[in-house]
């Protein structure tokens, strides 16, 4: 029974970054072998077991058939005589199939280190053709690592997975998965903009395709293609660390612009409200969790709104920050503002400017919370008033935060990005 490290972690190793997680293959052994060991086995269609004090992954070398359509159609066969050359075949890229002994030897019979090297990601035989999830997976790959090129071989086997309709058969939860993994890494535009060079992204998002060749205005938006902003905007949102349902609505919020009557373009009067219809269609297609749903939802329909405050009387304030409900939960208030922020600072030029609407969001919402909301519901309690008007409490609680607003609230440095 030989052990050898793969993957990803032989990968990260000899690039130099830390290694998260290692994965392992078992060559020569039977089920059987690993339960004597005290392995405990988690795999479901293939044997898969857990180490009993690492809690790492150990499979079995297995070789894999494909038997129908989709990328759920395989056949496994692991059995002692499956040698580490025939589990290597069948992984996807030569940069994810190379082995590591125990002696610390490197296998790797594809040319992993070679494309590491040149910074490729090339497909280790035909047999990637059989599962269309290596389509988001080489796109989340290249959003990972920015500086690799595709191999244009592999390109052009995507391209024909795409014509086969061999995305079509993807379950939307996997769909899901790989692009939330693809928009937590370094530079997610890579990975929209490998799918859209393969086709694919038309099928799996054709609201996001629909945004390129879009025009907006030069003076709000000096890159002009509004595919181009969105790219530009995701892309900030990773510089700023956001978290993932930050990031989705990055990703979403100017849907609409893709339904804009050509003869108002550039202008997009009303996007927002179509931007919102968009992504919830995109959100019950794709299984897309409620977190970033609801965030995706919010900054769709105000970002343009958020963008201009200085402009907005202290009842608007109000009324947004009720819409996004601030007062109850500031921490999804402030993945809005990291979206908006996004958004603003995602344009050609515009990238290190300051973003002086998200302090003041944040200063008008520590205002409206200062006011003493029980205070003034007791005092219109002992008057007997909100006996006579039910809504007397809820009233007074508003005009009050509406005084302490136009009190205290300072009026920004206009800095409005594009509400149209």
Not at 195 to 207: D, I, N, S, T, Y
Not at 326 to 348: S, V
């Amino acid at each position: 029974m030989e052990t050898y490290a793969v993957g990803g972690a032989v990968r990260d190793e000899l690039l130099g970054l830390t290694v998260k997680d290692r994965d392992w293959v078992v060559v020569g052994a039977t089920p059987q072998d690993m339960l004597a060991q005290g392995f405990v086995p988690v795999g479901r269609d293939f044997p898969v077991f857990l180490h009993p004090r690492t809690h790492e992954e150990y499979a079995l070398a297995r070789t894999e058939r494909k038997t129908a359509p989709g990328y759920t159609g395989f056949a496994f066969h692991a059995a002692p005589g499956v040698t580490l050359e025939q589990d290597l075949i069948r992984r996807d890229l030569t940069i994810n199939a190379m082995a590591k002994d125990a002696a610390g030897a490197i296998i790797d019979p594809h040319g992993g280190r070679a494309d590491l090297a040149a910074r490729v990601l090339r497909h280790v035989s035909p047999a990637f053709a059989e599962d269309p999830v290596r389509i988001l997976r080489v796109a989340r790959f290249a959003a990972r690592f920015a500086d690799f090129s595709i191999a244009a071989e592999t390109l052009e086997l995507m391209r024909g997975m795409v014509a086969a309709s061999e995305v079509d058969a993807l379950v939307p939860e996997r769909v899901w998965q790989e692009l939330a993994r693809g928009l937590m890494e370094s530079r997610p535009s890579r990975m929209f903009e490998v799918l859209r060079e393969c086709g694919a992204l038309v099928r799996l998002l054709p609201e996001l395709d629909a945004l390129w060749g879009v025009p907006q205005r030069a003076d709000y938006h000096p890159e002009i293609d509004t595919g181009v902003h969105v790219m530009m905007v995701i892309d900030m949102s990773a510089r700023l660390a956001a978290a993932l349902p930050a990031r989705f609505a990055a990703l979403v919020h100017d849907l609409g612009k893709g339904l804009t009557p050509p003869d108002i373009l550039p202008r997009h009067h009303g996007h927002e409200a179509k931007s919102v219809t968009l992504l919830e269609a995109v959100c019950e297609r794709l299984r897309v969790p409620a977190d970033c749903r609801d965030v995706g939802r919010l900054v769709a329909r105000f970002h343009g709104d958020m963008h201009r405050i200085a402009q907005l009387r202290p009842e608007t304030r109000l009324t947004l920050l009720e819409r996004c409900d601030a007062l109850r939960r500031p921490e999804r208030f402030e993945l809005i503002l990291l979206a908006c922020e996004a958004d603003y600072r995602g344009r050609l030029g515009w990238g290190e400017r300051d973003y002086a609407p998200a302090a003041a969001w944040r200063a008008a919402l520590a205002t409206v919370r200062a006011v003493d909301a029980g205070a003034i519901a007791r005092t219109i309690a002992n008057t007997g008033e909100a006996r006579a008007d039910p809504q007397a409490i809820a009233r007074n609680i508003s005009a009050a935060r509406v005084d302490a607003l136009r009190r205290n609230s300072e009026q920004p440095p206009d800095q409005a990005g594009d509400q149209r």
